[in-house]
């Protein structure tokens, strides 16, 4: 399995990501020695998936700190700057927001000292880092309670390693359930149209040897009714307070079709993802992302429409799996 530090580290003043549009032809690191670096990593998906956005943050905050001049005022306002552009650079996933904030209350205090301040960025992100790869151990554990044996899982985009830092959200109990040797096997639509089904999740679980088939996204409805699924486990980049949950386009398709054949449905992810802000997925800012991700096979003439994210309703969803256990609807998070 990737070691944390393999998807995503500070190395320095620099920080060095697998570059996950390269893979899985390619493993290659890419180095991010400016805060614009970084926020082009983030906005070309070369880091994805909201936990791991979430670390990104918070290491880029610790790489503002290191770039900002060193006069005290100065360096207040550059570092609060370049963390406002950072915290902005992708919308819809809360962790991004979050793992900025959480650098900058580490900072408090220490404005008037940027070396103090540069020391305490880089060990919280480094810190934070740690935490959610925990936090999705954790999950797992939960989460693996919730099925039985030969279980025949399927999940959508990546919400694994690669996603969160470390160790995985909703795969992170495919691979607890694998480790209790229930798994029968992971159903994994490709996730047009950047294809982290295809491309990420299917490399995951190949390097671990867990048994997965990539299905057409198109083929998942025929799946359900054959009853070829037992169970459905999807990540989230964002969770509005009464349990509506953003996550990948074509999560709320496989909500739809779970509840259709009465299958259970799960949404694995940590607190950092639990946004009690929003109260609602209506409020949640969904991502729409540029026509080239739908190749030059469409005629120049065709607009296209290309949101990243859907929101699964409450009432779809069976159980929330946190670090802290599994919440069973109806979701009062604020409780
Ligand atoms: O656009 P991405 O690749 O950043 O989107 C990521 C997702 O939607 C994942 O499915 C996810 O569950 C959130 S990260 C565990």
Not at 24 to 40: H, K, M, W
Not at 43 to 61: D, E, H, S, Y
Not at 207 to 212: F, S, V, Y
């Amino acid at each position: 399995m990737l070691t944390p530090t393999d998807i995503i580290r500070l190395d320095g003043g620099t920080i060095v990501l697998l570059d996950q549009t390269r893979l899985p032809q390619a493993r290659v690191e890419r180095r991010c020695g400016t805060v614009p670096e970084l926020i082009d990593a983030i906005r070309v998906l070369a880091i994805r998936g909201a936990p791991a956005l979430g670390v990104a943050g918070a290491m880029g905050v610790s790489l503002a700190a290191e770039q900002a001049p060193s006069a005290p005022a100065a360096f207040r306002r550059a570092v609060t700057a370049d963390a406002a552009q950072i915290a902005a650079a992708r919308p819809t996933a809360v962790n991004l927001a979050v793992g900025v904030r959480h650098a900058l209350e580490a900072a408090a205090g220490q404005w008037d000292d940027p070396p103090a301040a540069r020391a305490a960025l880089a060990a919280a992100a480094r810190a934070f880092h740690a935490d959610e790869v925990r936090r999705c151990e954790q999950i797992g554990v939960h989460g693996a309670a919730l099925f039985g044996e030969g279980a025949r899982i399927c999940t959508i985009c990546n919400a694994g390693a690669l996603a969160t830092g470390g160790y995985g959200t909703a795969l992170g109990v495919i691979r607890s359930v694998h480790a209790a040797g229930r798994l029968d096997g992971v159903i994994v639509p490709e996730t047009r149209p950047l294809l982290q089904g295809a491309r990420l999740t299917a490399w995951e679980l190949g390097q671990d040897g867990i048994p997965h088939r990539v299905v057409p996204d198109g083929a998942v409805a025929g799946l359900f009714a054959r009853g070829a699924i037992d169970g459905v486990v999807v990540g989230a980049d964002r969770i509005a307070a009464n349990g509506d949950t953003a996550n990948k386009v074509g999560t709320y398709a496989l909500a739809v079709l779970a509840h259709h054949h009465g299958v259970p449905f799960h949404v694995a992810a940590p607190w950092t993802t639990i946004d009690l802000e929003t109260p609602d997925g209506a409020a949640i800012p969904i991502e729409e992302r540029g026509r080239d991700e739908l190749g030059d096979t469409v005629p120049s003439g065709s607009p296209v429409w290309n949101p990243a994210f859907d929101v699964t309703p409450a009432a779809l969803i069976d159980s929330i799996i946190t670090e802290s256990g599994c919440m069973r609807a109806p979701f009062d998070l604020r409780a």
